[in-house]
């Protein structure tokens, strides 16, 4: 038997930290950032122990 999971976070901070020059940081705008993630998985029972496979996806803007 095969079992299917999805899921869908929206993280929404208040105000966010804004990294202004090397070690100054400012607060940003009310609910102005917004970040999204992503997750999928599939399971399949074996005779043995289960199955999973897993894909994660979240969005980085800075590209760390």
Known sequence: MIDL?????????VKAFILNGLQEIEYGELFAN??????GEMFYNTLLAP????VNHYED????
């Open 5 to 13: 999971r999805t899921e869908v976070n929206i993280f929404q901070p």
């Open 34 to 39: 917004q970040h999204c993630a992503l997750s």
């Open 51 to 54: 199955i999973n496979l897993s």
């Open 61 to 64: 803007s800075q590209k760390r």
